[in-house]
């Protein structure tokens, strides 16, 4: 049947950008200070990639967009990504975090573990 091999079919997608958007708005500042900022580029590529996947899209590359993902993510947070952290490094940062979190006062201490209460607090 012509008409169900045509709902099949799927239709064209179009997608729309808010010109009055914050995020649209701040890209352009980015873009109008330096058009060729690779941090604005990267931000759109980085709201392309959310529309994408938000509205349904297919993906044909997705491995491509968490390699983005991941990179913003570092960038963000001040992460080197091209080494890995040796057992020693790891080691030592658990150990000072143990350490620290040792001395700091027991969050539960007034914890009555019998009725999962406190136990100088009355319930509400």
């Given at each position: 049947d012509p008409d169900t091999m045509r709902m099949m079919v799927p239709k064209e997608k179009i997608m729309e950008i808010n010109p009055f958007h914050p995020l649209t708005l701040k890209l352009l500042d980015l873009v109008l200070d330096d058009p060729l900022s690779d941090r604005a580029k990267a931000l759109v590529e980085h709201m392309y990639d959310a529309a994408l996947?938000?509205?349904?899209?297919?993906?044909?590359?997705?491995?491509?967009?968490?390699?983005?993902?991941?990179?913003?993510?570092?960038?963000?947070?001040?992460?080197?990504?091209?080494?890995?952290?040796?057992?020693?490094e790891i080691e030592t940062r658990v150990a000072s975090k143990s350490q620290s979190s040792e001395s700091a006062p027991d969050e539960n201490e007034n914890l009555d573990h019998e009725t999962g209460g406190f136990d100088d607090h009355d319930e509400l």
């Open positions: 996947v938000s509205s349904g899209y297919f993906v044909s590359s997705p491995n491509e967009i968490a390699d983005r993902m991941t990179g913003l993510v570092a960038s963000e947070i001040d992460v080197d990504l091209t080494g890995l952290a040796s057992d020693e």
